[in-house]
């Protein structure tokens, strides 16, 4: 079936360091690839999205590009704010109307 | 302006009683989902209904019912309620129809069984 790895966390950076999440997947078909943020407390947001090969996805200073040679969609981010600490899930839709199949989650804390 | 909306945000309730979580979505999309997260953050699919029809049933137990009285509202009532229920459950919508299946979630049910 359908899966998503994703680095094991928990990550810990400074301030305006750069972040990397690295995402794999593995899908029958030709899925869409999402990053979805959990920030403390709260519910699950679409951080960015891609839906075709070298797609690139970008939000609030993050992005990831949809590499179908390597399968995977590895989430960037230039300078980390403490702002940004939160639960990063990776997640990908096989067929236009299947359920998102989930990877573990990242956790990210940055501190000052 | 809420656009997925989930009540109760805390459950706190004994082994062995039966509670209900609902929610609602006012973006129009015709098709719902509940997922479940544990203590790990893992997230995994329970259920999904597109028009009121259930779609996917991923090996739930059948205390687990889901209801959707109609496309905005899925419901979940969980009876006989086991410790190991104890989790965070989204809801989450969809367009039956859309390209990608982008999903939009809400806030989260945190279920404590004691």
């Known amino acids: 079936g359908d899966s998503v790895t994703q680095m094991e966390g928990p990550v810990t950076l400074s301030e305006e360091a750069f972040l990397t999440i690295n995402c794999t997947y593995t899908a029958t078909g030709y899925p869409s690839l999402f990053w979805y943020v959990q920030y403390p407390g709260e519910g699950l947001q679409l951080l960015l999205k891609a839906t075709k090969a070298d797609d690139k996805g970008s939000n609030k200073g993050f992005e990831a590009t949809y590499r179908k040679e390597t399968t995977s969609f590895h989430l960037e981010k230039g300078s980390v704010q403490v702002s940004d600490s939160a639960v990063y899930f990776c997640a990908l839709s096989d067929l236009g109307n299947t359920p998102l199949v989930f990877g573990k989650g990242t956790r990210l804390s940055v501190i000052a | 302006d809420t656009a997925v909306s989930q009540t109760p945000k805390y459950l706190v309730t004994q082994m062995g009683n039966d509670k209900s979580i609902k929610c609602e979505q006012n973006l129009g999309h015709d098709t719902m989902y509940w997922y479940k997260q544990d203590s790990k953050k893992f997230l995994k699919i329970m259920f999904s209904?597109?028009?009121?029809?259930?779609?996917i049933n991923e090996t739930v137990p059948n205390r687990f019912s889901p209801k959707s009285p109609d496309k905005a509202h899925l419901n979940l009532h969980i009876n006989s309620l086991e410790l190991g229920d104890s989790a965070v459950y989204f809801c989450?919508?969809?367009?039956?129809?859309?390209?990608?299946?982008?999903?939009?979630f809400g806030p989260g049910t945190r279920l404590t069984v004691l």
């Open positions: 989450a919508s969809s367009y039956w129809t859309s390209a990608d299946n982008e999903q939009f």
């Open positions: 209904y597109n028009n009121k029809e259930l779609i």
